[in-house]
């Protein structure tokens, strides 16, 4: 009987607001998963139900219990900003319905139900590497400025703890609101201190307008550089920032310029199947998590149900758009190279040209 019902996946995104770009991004690279592996597994059709929670937590927890409860969706999927991803692990556990976080990246998430698998990165992850490229590259005091709330938080610890090991110093902590942020008074503040270099965490979206305001108050002209995590260059916004961008030396898990046969071929894809649209970060995300939702399927032979899922999804192994992943079974959290990036112009376009790997990076955030 299970295998002649569809199997479900709800698609929890925000496709409206601040936030409208991850959602995008996700659901157009979930859906060119399901084009390039067919709608079906084991004979059983794959049916993908898509809800807008416009990032508001308490819209995602009630969209979360009505494709439960009414859908009776095997798979929870989406989640493009922390509050939502955690607002439905309650769900999850009472259910017992594996959440597969594509998008939010706090470190603690993947605690907050043993149902939560991340296919996205966390900031500790990413954090830690530009803080050991800094010191030895000129760069001795930094003022961080990050969005004020857990993957702000996150970075903003994660990258000063690491400094400040490697004899560095971070003279200045500045969190900047979630909702529409204004970045000028904080910018006009570092440029007062002149520290070596601002470093940045803002989400997916919101970057663009951090070099907008960093470039017209000259902050580069006055010898403070930007360093960030990618989410800043992010690839959906990166190569209409303009040439005031070159030169920034970001770290992240993806660039669509990775220089590999897999990249190439899900960056064409992907663009040819969006009008052009270039993949960034969120999007290797949601393909990632669909291929891991897809082959925990196969190994239960199509069955499903939330435990085996589960127990399929740990441990899987496999080579992402990225480089090289894997999903640790005791975190459920993703295992991935981290990339030094330099935006540089290539083809007349913007992009973050990887030049240094640290490989097979586990989340340094966890407590166990
Ligand atoms: C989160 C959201 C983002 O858009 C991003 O780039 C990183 C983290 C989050 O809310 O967890």
Redesign the pocket.
């Known amino acids: 009987l299970a295998q002649s019902t569809p199997f479900k996946i709800g698609l929890i995104l925000p496709m409206t607001g601040q ?1 409208a770009t ?1 959602g995008r991004q996700i659901e157009a690279a979930a859906r060119l998963y399901m084009a390039q592996n067919g709608d079906t597994v084991n004979g059983r059709k794959i049916e993908l139900i898509l809800k807008d929670d416009t990032s508001l937590p308490d819209t995602t927890r009630r969209l979360a219990q009505e494709l439960v409860v009414n859908d009776k969706v095997d798979v929870l999927a989406g989640f ?6 955690l607002a439905t692990a309650p769900i999850a556990t009472q259910s017992k319905t594996p959440e597969v976080v594509m ?4 470190s603690s ?1 993947t605690e907050a139900s043993p149902y939560i698998v991340r296919t ?1 990165f966390t ?1 500790p992850q990413v954090s830690v590497a530009l803080a050991d490229w800094a010191p030895k590259n000129g760069i001795k005091k930094v003022v961080s400025l990050v969005s004020d ?3 702000g938080i996150d970075a903003e610890k994660f990258f000063k703890d690491r400094l400040t090991f490697n004899g560095g110093q971070v003279t200045e902590s500045l969190r900047v609101p979630l909702r529409n942020p204004d970045f000028a008074p904080f910018l006009q503040k570092v440029r007062d201190l002149k520290p070596d270099a601002l470093f940045v ?5 919101a970057g663009a307008a951090v070099m907008k305001q960093f470039l017209e108050r000259g902050m580069d002209k006055a010898g403070i550089k930007l360093i960030a995590t990618g ?1 800043v260059t ?1 690839d959906d916004q990166l190569n209409d920032m303009g040439d005031g961008a070159l030169g920034v030396v970001t770290s992240h898990h993806y660039s669509a310029a990775h220089p590999s046969a897999a990249n190439k071929k899900f960056v064409e894809a992907f663009s040819k199947a969006n009008k052009g649209l270039r993949p960034n ?2 999007a290797v995300g949601g393909y990632d998590g669909m291929r891991v939702i897809y082959e925990a399927l196969k190994k239960t032979g199509g069955k499903g149900g939330g435990d085996a899922l589960l127990a399929a999804m740990k441990g899987q192994i496999f080579e992402s758009p990225r480089g090289p992943v894997f999903i640790d079974a005791q975190t459920r959290d993703i295992v991935q190279n981290v990339y030094l990036r330099k935006v540089e112009k290539k083809d007349g376009q913007l992009y973050n040209v990887e030049f240094d790997v640290i490989k097979d990076v586990k989340d340094p955030g966890k407590t166990k």
Do not use: C, E, N, R
């Open positions: 936030q991850t493009g900003i922390t509050p939502s991803a998008a939010a990246a706090t998430i996205s900031l709330y857990g993957p965490f803002v989400p997916s979206g989410d992010d970060f969120m």
